[in-house]
């Protein structure tokens, strides 16, 4: 199968602890995303990859760190200085970001809740 | 700033009725849109988008969208709504920064068709 793979999909910490999130894809996409999703605010973007082993922060980058070391992965770390962190998370790639008509595809998003 | 706007937080049509999920854009330059459906916890699916050339857009599961550049709109439509239909529907303008393609969502319309 191809596609967008993100675990867990249900995600439990305490405040004040990190988390990271996995988000890997098997499409061959140069470009990844990282959106969070809260009711009634639409999709946000916090950091975006256009290629290995470089990222940028998108419009709510604090709080928040990614990586990008392979082409597949491009994890999300939520640390401790995010202060509403409880979210849906969804990870997204498209086949490069230069091309300003491509779609992107997401993943099936992962549920955090800070207690 | 581009942006996307939906008026509508929830839309309800009876099964068998048209539908129209509306969506207004402002842009500076060409506009790229797109349209996405999301199910409950899941992620995004890519419905259709429109780059250039007709104004009427097909896509998947029989929805359309029709580009109207004199009322700066992008609105969803299918001629005959199923009750399977029902999930909430994201429009989406293409951002271009510099560094790269990004997409900027609107908060979302919720889509109920009821028999």
């Known amino acids: 199968d191809g596609g967008i793979t993100q675990s867990p999909k249900y995600l439990f910490r305490k405040e004040g602890q990190n988390v990271t999130l996995s988000c890997e894809q098997n499409?061959?996409?140069?470009?990844m995303y990282w959106y969070r999703q809260d009711p009634g605010q639409g999709l946000r973007l916090i950091y975006y990859s256009q290629i290995v082993n470089d990222f940028q922060k998108g419009d709510i980058a604090e709080g928040y760190s990614v990586s990008r070391e392979k082409k597949e992965s491009f994890p999300l770390t939520v640390t401790s200085a995010q202060k509403n962190p409880t979210a849906f998370y969804l990870c997204?790639?498209?086949?490069?970001?230069?091309?300003?008509?491509?779609?992107?595809?997401f993943g099936p998003g992962t549920r955090l809740t800070v207690t | 700033a581009q942006s996307v706007a939906q008026p509508e937080d929830q839309v309800n049509v009876a099964e068998g009725n048209p539908l129209t999920v509306k969506c207004t854009y402002s842009?500076?330059?060409?506009?790229?849109l797109f349209w996405y459906v999301q199910y409950p916890n899941r992620g995004l699916q890519f419905l259709l988008k429109?780059?250039?050339?007709?104004?009427l857009v097909k896509g998947s599961y029989g929805f359309e969208a029709e580009f109207n550049k004199s009322q700066t709109s992008f609105h969803l439509k299918k001629p005959s709504a199923l009750v399977s239909d029902s999930a909430l529907y994201f429009c989406a303008v293409r951002v271009f920064t510099g560094g790269g393609n990004k997409l900027t969502f609107g908060t979302g319309t919720q889509l109920k068709v009821e028999l």
């Open positions: 997204a790639s498209s086949i490069n970001a230069a091309e300003a008509g491509v779609e992107q595809y």
């Open positions: 429109y780059i250039t050339g007709d104004n």
């Open positions: 499409l061959n996409h140069d470009a």
């Open positions: 842009v500076s330059g060409n506009p790229y």
